[in-house]
C-alpha cells in the first residue's frame, strides 16, 4: 500500500486549504484512513479518521467544526478540508492506512500500518 499526501503550502490565519492523500495497492473496503500532523518539538497528534466502509468519521477536539474528511470512493482519495485555520495548526500533516482493527483506538498512531510522506502546511498571523 502507497499513501501519497499532498496540498500543502502557506496560507494565512483565518483561510482554508484542502489536503488530499491519495492511495494505491489497497484491497478491500473495510480499512481506516486517518490524518495525523506533527509541530517542530511536538509528538505527532491525531486530527482526523474515517472509517472506509462505512461513513464513521473522528475528530480531535481541536478542531471540530473546522475540519472535515471527506473521501472519494472511485480516487481511492480521502481529504483533510481545513477551515478557519490558525497559527498553531501549522505542522507537517501525515495520512495513514491500515484495516480495521478490532479493539483498537483509530485515533492512535500506532493504530496506522502505512503512512505517506508529510505534507506542510504553514498558517502565517
Known amino acids: 500500500v502507497q499513501l501519497q499526501a499532498f496540498g500543502g503550502g502557506l496560507v494565512q490565519a483565518g483561510g482554508s486549504l484542502r489536503l488530499s492523500c491519495a492511495a494505491s495497492?489497497?484491497?478491500?473496503?473495510?480499512?481506516?484512513m486517518g490524518w495525523f500532523r506533527q509541530a517542530p518539538g511536538r509528538d505527532r497528534e491525531f486530527v482526523a479518521a474515517?472509517?472506509?466502509?462505512?461513513?464513521?468519521?473522528y475528530y480531535a477536539d481541536s478542531v471540530k467544526g473546522l475540519f472535515t474528511i471527506p473521501k472519494d470512493n472511485p480516487k481511492n482519495t480521502v481529504y483533510l478540508q481545513m477551515n478557519s485555520l490558525k497559527p498553531e495548526d501549522t505542522a507537517l500533516y501525515y495520512c495513514?492506512?491500515?484495516?480495521?482493527?478490532?479493539?483498537?483506538?483509530?485515533?492512535?498512531?500506532?493504530?496506522?500500518?502505512?503512512w505517506g510522506q508529510g505534507t506542510l502546511v504553514t498558517v502565517s498571523s
Open positions: 495497492g489497497r484491497t478491500g473496503t473495510t480499512y481506516a
Open positions: 495513514g492506512s491500515s484495516p480495521v482493527k478490532v479493539g483498537r483506538r483509530v485515533t492512535a498512531a500506532d493504530y496506522y500500518d502505512y
Open positions: 474515517v472509517i472506509w466502509s462505512g461513513w464513521l468519521t
